[in-house]
């Protein structure tokens, strides 16, 4: 009856060996899952359409140029790549790339044409969207280097339903007319959802 | 005796699954808090101070219109509800909504009006605080749609005591005088704290 | 046999005690090294020079005054420390401090003084970076008290090597001559690496 019952007791702590070892693999991996994983809890495709101010559009402009270098004025983006430009914006956001798509937010923030010697913009951004399934808002930080195919900027943060989300979003230039309108394709991967 | 000890042993490895139970309950518990739970780490009420120079107040002013677009100026807020104003502020901020009250650090960095057909702006800004319990810095961005009672913004980053931190912050606007002087309620909520 | 079978479960009892506390330390201490070390899990040291346009270094100057307060211009920094000016760079990044060593990159975006009794500066700008190990960018917000000899900003997020990362990066002024030139050290450290 001892022997059983101790043989009982190392069954047991054999049983609870195995359900520790289990446990502390299982938290190993949901701290792994949570932190590492490079695939997105949440991904948007969403698109967004910039009109520049040219002095002659003021009812359909959505940005205008409000800092230019010296000698430049604010009517015509600058000599080379526009160096110095800031633009401020407020552009529409579509689920398509079709500029009449009945609007699910808003773009907002600015681009600054920062270099001299190719197109490349920095930008401070935020989406502010109102669509079936989302409200909030999504701040952006980045370099936009707009002659590459594609650009990844830095999802910083996030609030209403991406509240505290943080990701990577990938930009493409969907169109470009002119120097008055361009449209981005905006990959949105959040890999920080909380 | 035998069976006496082999039932001490049966309730220790009871009392271990409990303890077990509780430590891996208290892991992802722990590991739920750190990362997802809706309950700040950490929190703070502000308030700050702008006070813009409109051309006759350069002794107070706390702010400055540096960027408009294109046939406004520096010293009076463009029409079309600012659309295209940047203004660089260093306000001071106070714990309690006093602008007299003794400054606890700076609001330092600017905000852009940015939309043409309501009152909205996107922030890029630092808090620098000296208060009797923290020291260091906290960094914001965010869109600012000021019509809305609340709006939050997302403080992406921070250092010396708010090393790291992340989290989001709720403005209210406590006060607004004409279009020289507002105030702002600041409830920062951090849910990283590190 | 009963009573050296018991105790032989008792010594396995406190073996798994032992394990069971190591085991919830251990899980702690990760958490900890993932979220809470202070060592970062990657460093860079980077230099970036900056020479602004004054009116007649067009060919060198890798920065410009694009916005100035009432009454400034854009090729001389504004009296009161300059509050009010935005500067827009592309800034070449180098190993060490010398400005004539083979970039590995680009310092692209802004910088704002933003306070009219101290030299002070709200930055929001990218690393391009193309050295030998790391290609990708990285985002950085904050302010930038130039009197004070080290200054923390964060890094808000980044994209390619610095995939998600986020980190402070304390900047020293290493060289300032003038008000055409200057070279701020930059000590990156990563704490959250992905």
Chains 1, 2, 3 share one sequence.
């Not at 060996?17 to 701290?31: C, D, G, N, P, Y």
């Not at 079709?98 to 699910?104: A, D, E, G, W, Y």
């Not at 339903?161 to 470009?176: E, I, N, P, Q, Y």
Request: some cysteine; aromatic content about 14%.
């Amino acid at each position: 009856m001892a022997r059983a019952t101790a043989a009982t007791s190392l069954v047991l702590i054999f049983f609870l060996s195995f359900m520790l070892f289990s446990s502390s693999f299982s938290s190993a991996s949901s701290s792994w899952k949570s932190k590492k994983h490079h695939k997105p809890c949440k991904h948007l495709l969403l698109f967004f359409h910039d009109i520049i101010y040219n002095g002659r559009n003021a009812a359909n402009a959505t940005s205008a140029i409000v800092a230019a270098p010296q000698g430049a004025n604010l009517t015509i983006l600058a000599d080379k790549f526009h160096f110095g430009n800031i633009a401020v914006f407020d552009d529409p956001i579509t689920l398509d790339n079709n500029l009449h798509s009945p609007p699910v937010g808003r773009a907002q923030g600015m681009y600054i044409y920062d270099t001299k010697n190719t197109f490349s913009a920095w930008l401070g951004f935020t989406f502010v969207l109102k669509t079936k399934d989302y409200q909030g808002t999504i701040n952006f930080n980045g370099a936009d280097p707009l002659m590459n195919k594609t650009r990844d900027i830095s999802i910083v943060g996030g609030t209403g339903d991406f509240f505290m989300h943080r990701g990577v979003a990938t930009l493409m230039t969907d169109s470009f007319e002119g120097e008055v309108y361009f449209r981005l394709s905006v990959d949105i991967k959040f890999y920080e959802c909380w």
